[in-house]
């Protein structure tokens, strides 16, 4: 199994980037797709899952109504869309996929991990 994240980058306060997790290797239905982050210094957090099969999601309420996560069935492909970007969500981002019906919000229950991209947010 396979994710591969990319999509981050360098912008300013206020500006929008989308990042993408490409998955490949098994079937994810039945699985939970989620991102998290980790900014220097800091533990590892979640930040949004979707349920692959569903569509289900849930967002940390440090990103709610600004990011969206979404997943295309046919691309395998996870994708996370980041508007009004702050300073604070500087980190390294992280797709990770998990069966379903383990505790969402904890990185413990994710089998498969992409590599992480970073996203730097300047004031």
């Known amino acids: 199994v396979q994710l591969q994240a990319s999509g981050g980058g360098l912008v300013q306060t206020g500006d929008s980037l989308r990042l993408s997790c490409a998955a490949s290797?098994?079937?994810?239905?039945?699985?939970?797709m989620g991102w998290f982050r980790q900014a220097p210094g800091k533990e590892r957090e979640f930040v949004a899952r979707?349920?692959?099969?569903?569509?289900?999601?849930y967002y940390a309420d440090s990103v709610k109504g600004r990011f969206t996560i979404s997943r295309d069935y046919a691309k395998n492909t996870v994708y996370l869309q980041m508007h009004s970007l702050k300073p604070e969500d500087t980190a390294v981002y992280y797709c990770?996929?998990?069966?379903?019906?383990?505790?969402?919000?904890?990185?413990?229950?994710?089998?498969?991990w992409g590599q992480g991209t970073q996203v730097t947010v300047s004031s």
């Open positions: 990770a996929a998990g069966p379903r019906g383990r505790g969402f919000a904890s990185f413990a229950s994710y089998d498969y």
């Open positions: 290797g098994r079937t994810f239905d039945g699985y939970t």
């Open positions: 979707i349920t692959w099969t569903f569509g289900g999601t």
